[in-house]
């Protein structure tokens, strides 16, 4: 499995952009990378998932380097609701997910 | 939209009990999986299944079973619980071709 390193933490301001970007160097062919978020007490929600290039949907956008060793999710115009652990996975369609530490989303007013 | 539900959100137990966590999805999907959440640690894969009455170990598995007699039902079951498996655990299905894990609530197990 692709191993994946993002930041431990980022701290923002309400209605900025927020750009997470997760490095996965060894990432196969086939191979996806999807994000997830988690608040306190609760289980991880699926965001967004991608291949290559960039995928927008009405929550975040992805975006996908050619090379596709490293990604960046993109949360525009963020809002206290958006503090949260974002996860960077990878890995095969079919295949187990490995989660990692996640990145620490601190929005302030 | 998917459910998944645990069958308890706290739960408190004693060194040595055989504990089980239950875990119900409605959505038909094939395979489930259950981890652990420590802080500082992300989330640990313990086992998974991608069929009925099938177990695979995940990163984690020891101290651990599992029993999938039912496509919807995945326990997992502490046999002698210990103080080190005191942590949240998170039931997760998925299906259908697609890769989306959809996770249950948890439950915050203490065993003291």
């Known amino acids: 499995l692709a191993k994946t390193t993002q930041p431990i933490s980022m701290d923002s301001y309400e209605g900025q952009e927020v750009n997470i970007t997760c490095s996965h160097n060894n990432i196969a062919t086939n191979d996806y990378i999807t994000w997830y978020q988690q608040f306190p007490s609760q289980g991880p929600r699926f965001i967004i998932q991608g291949y290559k290039t960039k995928v927008t949907n009405e929550v975040a956008s992805l975006f996908i380097p050619a090379d596709r060793k490293s990604s960046t999710l993109s949360l525009p115009r963020v809002s206290l609701s958006d503090t949260a652990v974002y996860y960077c996975l990878v890995g095969a369609l079919g295949s187990t997910l490995t989660f990692g530490k996640g990145t620490m989303l601190l929005v302030s007013p | 939209d998917v459910k998944v539900t645990q069958s308890s959100r706290y739960l408190v137990k004693r060194t040595g009990e055989k504990v089980f966590l239950e875990c119900v999805q409605d959505?038909?999907?094939?395979?489930m999986f259950w981890y652990r959440q420590d802080p500082g640690l992300g989330l640990r894969l313990i086992y998974f299944s991608y069929d009925v009455k099938m177990k695979e170990k995940g990163d984690i598995p020891e101290g651990y079973s599992v029993s999938r007699e039912k496509k919807e039902r995945f326990s997992l079951i502490l046999e002698s619980a210990s103080t080190n498996q005191t942590s949240m655990y998170l039931c997760a299905t998925s299906g259908g071709g697609k890769e989306k894990l959809f996770f249950g609530s948890g439950t915050q197990l203490s065993v003291l």
């Open positions: 959505m038909d999907h094939e395979n």
